[in-house]
């Protein structure tokens, strides 16, 4: 068994792009830039806001936060996105979620630049992924396909089996791994909670993403020997025996599958670190196709 370390993977990639960002500088050019927006004061939001900030200024990415009331008009939203969407000095835009109730997130995210939807979240950006058009992809799928990629998993013909059918993670990562593409062009079941009996699918995995956020759902009895396991899960659960009284646990129980894996990934340190790398890359990219 291999553990897919994504913090490491993560670095490697943060590496290079401050690397990149260095050459830009050197030549006199302009850098990267991100503007985050948070509305209200969800601690977890703020935690991931300060997460990427760090992340920008650490690989020297010009970054901002945007910080509004959780009273903050829809309006006002829409008007914030529009000034970015014409500030040339940021190739990226994140809008993070979830936005309070009185805020239509469908309409935030149809609001912003299709050229600066770092997070693919656009119904556009979707669509052509979808279709395999050129497009920034989710960075949670995105950064699985780059796990696979950089450990030199092979995809093609493979029975990829996803677990979950959310918009962030389940739909994006099938539709990236049907893709007739290299480290894609994968055989690929979706499977949600209407399936009578998850396990016959599990069992025929040759690669399995779980992402339908149910701790330690899946157990040794429902994978087969040698499957590559992506554990996209972040379960909280109680454990008095910890500082904190709870401690965090993937879709996979570890101790159970990774004995039949052939590649795993832990949680936490797995697939987390790759949202955030990712994000920055799509932000570069961004940066280097519409830009200067």
Known sequence: MILIDGKRIAQEIRDELKSDIEKLKSEGRDIPGLVVILVGDNPASESYVRGKAKACNEIGMRAITEKRQAEFPEKDLLELIDSYNHNNKFHGILVQLPLPKHIDEDKVIEAISLKKDVDGFHPMSIGNLVIGKPAFRSCTPAGIQELLIRYKIETKGKHLVVLGRSNIVGKPIANIMLQKKEYANSIVTICHSAAPDVSYYTKQADILIAAMGSPKFVKGDMVKDGVVVIDVGINRIEDQSVSK????????????????????????????????????????????????
């Open 245 to 292: 009284g709870y401690r965090i646990v993937g879709d996979v129980d570890f101790d159970e599958v990774s004995k039949k894996t052939s590649y795993i990934t832990p949680v936490p340190g797995g697939v987390g670190p790759m949202t955030i790398a990712m994000l920055l890359k799509n932000t570069y990219e961004a940066f280097i196709k519409y830009g200067e």
